[in-house]
C-alpha cells in the first residue's frame, strides 16, 4: 500500500514558479513510476510529466516541455515538479499518481495504482 501527499500548491503571478511534492509512504516507492497529472475545472485530467521508478526516464506534455521538471529522491520518498513561467493555463488542481505498469504517459484513473489528494495551483494573469 502506498499514500501519496502533494503539496506546494498555491497563488502565483503568471511568470512566477512553484515546486510541488509529493510524499509517498511505504517501503516501495522506488517500485513505482510517478507521474503529475493535472485538472482544471470543467476539463478533463491531463497528462503533465512521469518520472520512470530509477529517475532515468522523463516525459512531459507539450505544454510542460522546457518549463517543468520531473525528479524524484529515492531516499526520501518524495517525487518534484518544478514549474517555471507560469501561465494562466496552467491553473489546476496537480495530482501525483504511482504506477507498477509500463512507463508511459497516461491521464487516465485505471492506469494507476495510487493517487495523491491533489494540492491547488493558481496562476493569476
Known amino acids: 500500500q502506498v499514500q501519496l501527499v502533494e503539496s506546494g500548491g498555491g497563488l502565483v503571478q503568471a511568470g512566477g514558479s512553484l515546486r510541488l511534492s509529493c510524499l509517498a509512504s511505504g517501503r516501495t516507492f522506488s517500485y513505482y513510476n510517478m507521474a503529475w497529472i493535472r485538472q482544471a475545472p470543467g476539463k478533463e485530467r491531463e497528462f503533465v510529466a512521469v518520472?520512470?521508478?530509477?529517475?532515468?526516464?522523463?516525459d512531459y506534455a507539450d505544454s510542460a516541455k522546457g518549463r517543468f521538471i520531473i525528479s524524484r529522491d529515492n531516499a526520501k520518498n518524495t517525487v518534484y515538479l518544478q514549474m517555471n513561467s507560469l501561465k494562466a493555463e496552467d491553473t489546476a488542481v496537480y495530482y501525483c499518481a504511482a504506477r507498477r505498469g509500463p512507463f508511459g504517459n497516461s491521464w487516465r484513473q485505471g492506469d494507476y495504482d495510487y493517487w495523491g489528494q491533489g494540492t491547488q495551483v493558481t496562476v493569476s494573469s
Open positions: 518520472i520512470s521508478w530509477s529517475g532515468g526516464n522523463t
